[in-house]
């Protein structure tokens, strides 16, 4: 387990979009978003004793129907990290955020969870296949569940 990616990925993240999104959403639309969330990422690593520099860590922006703004962060694979692991964040249209993540590695099927403002996560069992594409069409049909 790498402490690292679920640090910022469990941590850092959602606290920082539920207690400050104004300043997150400014790091995320940086044109060097993935560099500034790298340097996180070597600060958390330094803070752990873990050699990893976080190359591989991209912000995406992208489109989530019913969204205001929603960006996809892919984390760096590695050893001792989930094969796969997305953070996505998304803004809906009556100004709540929502942040979710999907882990899997090459033993386990994909978990999918959301992660609530007061720090608590709902775990959503298995989530989609492991790439982008299908993570956005499995949140997307989920908020769309939650709707009626």
């Given at each position: 387990m790498n402490r690292v990616l679920f640090e910022m990925a469990f941590n850092v993240l959602p606290t920082a979009l539920f207690e400050n999104p104004a300043l997150l959403l400014e790091t995320l639309q940086a044109r060097d978003a993935s560099e500034r969330l790298q340097y996180t990422w070597r600060g958390l690593a330094e803070q752990f004793g873990d050699p990893t520099a976080g190359e591989g860590l991209e912000v995406e922006p992208t489109t989530?129907?019913?969204?205001?703004?929603?960006?996809?962060?892919?984390?760096?694979?590695?050893?001792?990290?989930?094969?796969v692991f997305f953070s996505l964040m998304f803004q809906e249209q009556d100004g709540n955020w929502r942040y979710f993540?999907?882990?899997?590695?090459?033993?386990?099927?994909?978990?999918?969870?959301?992660w609530l403002a007061d720090g608590s996560r709902w775990n959503l069992g298995p989530g989609s296949r492991s790439h982008s594409a299908a993570f956005l069409s499995f949140v997307e049909r989920l908020v769309r569940r939650q709707e009626f």
């Amino acid at each position: 387990m790498n402490r690292v990616l679920f640090e910022m990925a469990f941590n850092v993240l959602p606290t920082a979009l539920f207690e400050n999104p104004a300043l997150l959403l400014e790091t995320l639309q940086a044109r060097d978003a993935s560099e500034r969330l790298q340097y996180t990422w070597r600060g958390l690593a330094e803070q752990f004793g873990d050699p990893t520099a976080g190359e591989g860590l991209e912000v995406e922006p992208t489109t989530l129907k019913g969204s205001e703004g929603a960006f996809l962060i892919r984390y760096p694979r590695g050893a001792g990290r989930p094969t796969v692991f997305f953070s996505l964040m998304f803004q809906e249209q009556d100004g709540n955020w929502r942040y979710f993540t999907l882990e899997s590695d090459d033993d386990h099927p994909t978990c999918a969870s959301e992660w609530l403002a007061d720090g608590s996560r709902w775990n959503l069992g298995p989530g989609s296949r492991s790439h982008s594409a299908a993570f956005l069409s499995f949140v997307e049909r989920l908020v769309r569940r939650q709707e009626f």
